[in-house]
T-cell receptor, first 112, second 117 residues
């Protein structure tokens, strides 16, 4: 199956930068997604990587290294509203064209 | 543009009772997914529809769970009878549908939080 690992919890200070790592193992890799999920709410799409490198979107950036099975989500200029869970999800062609497999999520707490 | 709509948002039932969840995907989205999310965990796929066809239901516990998407738009997920361990959030998601070569982003609804007593 898919092994997707990310830290359970992280804490960072308002205005700072935080990097959330995700490692995965899959033989049918076809893309990696990051979602943000506030408590009691729906996961919302943040970023998508399928090729190696960095994708930047405002304060959020996501990086992928397929050879290392590794991605990170970088959040800059942290705001209190960034306190949420961040879910790493991998698309695996072996099990279905668009099926996503999610990690357990990293709960980020932003402190003043 | 309206997002994925789910109802009810919350449901409390006693064990052995039936329960049903409803989902209306984003207009024009052909692919619909039902996920289960336990507390502190990521979503886990239960079933995926391409239009009205269930193309992947390998993770759906078919002894008690059923789903349908009769006209290829709205979908319902049913549990009968519910067990204590079914307490979780049931998320519905949709995507355009276009094959693995596309950036097939899934958009999630707010979920139904089920508590089985």
């Amino acid at each position: 199956g898919q092994n997707i690992d990310q830290p359970t919890e992280m804490t960072a200070t308002e205005g700072a930068i935080v990097q959330i790592n995700c490692t995965y193992q899959t033989s049918g890799f076809n893309g990696l997604f990051w979602y943000q999920q506030h408590a009691g709410e729906a996961p919302t799409f943040l970023s998508y990587n399928v090729l190696d490198g960095l994708e930047e979107k405002g304060r959020f950036s996501s990086f992928l290294s397929r050879s290392k099975g590794y991605s990170y989500l970088l959040l800059k200029e942290l705001q209190m509203k960034d306190s949420a869970s961040y879910l790493c999800a991998v698309r695996d062609l072996r099990t279905g064209a668009n099926n996503l497999f999610f990690g357990t999520g990293t709960r980020l707490t932003v402190i003043p | 543009e309206a997002g994925v709509v789910q109802s009810p948002r919350y449901k409390i039932i006693e064990k052995k009772q039936p329960v049903a969840f409803w989902c209306n995907p984003i207009s024009g989205h052909n692919t619909l997914y039902w996920y289960l999310q336990n507390l502190g965990q990521g979503p886990e796929l239960l079933i995926r529809y391409e239009n009205e066809e269930a193309v992947d239901d390998s993770q759906l516990p078919k002894d008690r769970f059923s789903a349908e998407r009769l006209k290829g738009v709205d979908s319902t997920l049913k549990i009968q009878p519910a067990e204590l361990g079914d307490s979780a959030v049931y998320l519905c998601a949709s995507s355009l549908g276009g094959g693995p070569s596309n950036q097939e982003t899934q958009y999630f609804g707010p979920g139904t939080r089920l508590l089985v007593l």
